[in-house]
């Protein structure tokens, strides 16, 4: 079964840190682009960051732009978020997600089932 | 960065048929056909319904389809049935190689 699970959500004092895991299984992994989203509580869909297949292109939102990391260990399935000097407004369940192939422009097609992520102090 | 418009809440009974507008630019919808949509029910993750502006994947509806004309991309839901209330968001590719979603939109079957 495809499938993305995250991890590393909770709860962090602003200007702290946090770093979000998403394990893939199902699929190749190292074939696909893969990308994080985030939704605010009782708000849309944010898309943050996203990562080619071999990491060699990594693209932000602005206003996650030069706080947050993404990475990717292809070895170990896995997709990361490094979050840094966190804001209230980054407050969200965050969503890993697949892209349908190798290029960073195509829809999302596999969705985790998202990590809490709570900045207050 | 900004986000793509689609209206807040559409409605319609079992059975009609219901179009959601997603309205952006020639540096996101009008310029690109990687406009894509999802279905979230409540306190679930999004769901593909709609991809490359109007491809559905295997074991989406055919009730689901979607178009673009310009800068507006449209998803169009046939036969209204109870379970397709939830909220819909659209996305598309950007020329900055980013991706945008629109405000979301509630569809209500009444």
């Known amino acids: 079964e495809v499938q993305l699970v995250e991890s590393g959500g909770g709860l962090v004092k602003p200007g702290g840190s946090l770093r979000l895991s998403c394990a893939a299984s199902g699929f190749t992994f190292s074939s696909y682009s893969m990308n994080w989203v985030r939704q605010a509580p009782g708000k849309g869909l944010e898309w943050v960051s996203s990562?080619?297949?071999?990491?060699?292109?990594?693209y932000y939102a602005d206003s996650v732009k030069g706080r947050f990391t993404i990475s990717r260990d292809n070895a170990k399935n896995s997709l990361y978020l490094q979050m840094n000097s966190l804001r209230a407004e980054d407050t969200a369940v965050y969503y890993c997600a697949r892209d349908r192939g190798q290029l960073i422009r195509d829809a999302f097609d596999i969705w985790g089932q998202g990590t809490m992520v709570t900045v207050s102090s | 960065q900004s986000a793509l418009t689609q209206p807040a809440s559409v409605s319609g009974s079992p059975g009609q048929s219901i179009t959601i507008s997603c309205t952006g630019t020639?540096?996101?919808?009008?310029?690109?056909?990687?406009v894509s949509w999802y279905q979230q029910h409540p306190g679930k993750a999004p769901k593909l319904m709609i991809y490359?502006?109007?491809n559905r994947p295997s074991g989406v509806s055919n009730r689901f389809s979607g178009s673009k004309s310009g800068n507006t991309a449209s998803l169009t839901i046939s036969g209204l049935q109870a379970e397709d209330e939830a909220d819909y968001y659209c996305?598309?590719?950007?020329?900055?190689?980013?991706?945008?979603f629109g405000g979301g939109t509630k569809l209500t079957v009444l």
């Open positions: 020639s540096s996101d919808v009008g310029g690109y056909n990687y």
């Open positions: 990562i080619s297949s071999s990491s060699t292109y990594m």
């Open positions: 490359d502006v109007s």
């Open positions: 996305s598309s590719y950007t020329s900055s190689y980013t991706r945008v």
